[in-house]
C-alpha cells in the first residue's frame, strides 16, 4: 500500500503560478501518476496523468499551462500550474495505480485561484 501526500497549494492571484507536489511512501510500484481536481458543487476531474513515468496526458482546460512531473526515483511528483484562472480554484489530489490496477489517492490539497 502506498501512502500520499499533496502540498503546495494555497492563495494566488489570477495569472500567477503554484507548484503541487505529491510524495509516496510505503512500499509500492507505481505504474501510473496522476493529479483530480474537485471544485465546490463539481464532480473530481482528471487534470494530468503520467504512464509509466514518460507518457502524459493533460484535460483540455490546463493545456499549456499545467505540466505533470517527476522526480528520479518517481516517488515524488509535481503538477506545475501556470496562468491560473479562478476556474482552476479546486481541491486537488494525487492518485497512484499500481501495476495491478490498485489505486491510492492523497487527501488533497486546495487552490484558489483569486484576486
Known amino acids: 500500500q502506498v501512502q500520499l501526500v499533496e502540498s503546495g497549494g494555497g492563495l494566488v492571484q489570477p495569472g500567477g503560478s503554484l507548484r503541487l507536489s505529491c510524495a509516496a511512501s510505503?512500499?509500492?510500484?507505481?505504474?501510473?501518476r496522476g493529479w483530480y481536481r474537485q471544485a465546490p458543487g463539481k464532480e473530481r476531474e482528471l487534470v494530468a496523468t503520467?504512464?509509466?513515468?514518460?507518457?502524459?496526458t493533460y484535460a483540455d482546460s490546463v493545456k499549456d499551462r499545467f505540466t505533470i512531473s517527476r522526480d528520479a526515483n518517481g516517488s515524488t511528483w509535481y503538477l506545475q500550474m501556470n496562468n491560473l484562472k479562478p476556474e482552476d480554484t479546486a481541491v486537488y489530489y494525487c492518485?497512484?495505480?499500481?501495476?495491478?490496477?490498485?489505486?491510492?489517492w492523497g487527501k488533497g490539497t486546495l487552490v484558489t485561484v483569486s484576486s
Open positions: 503520467m504512464i509509466s513515468g514518460r507518457a502524459t
Open positions: 492518485k497512484a495505480r499500481s501495476p495491478s490496477a490498485i489505486d491510492s
Open positions: 510505503g512500499r509500492f510500484s507505481i505504474y501510473a
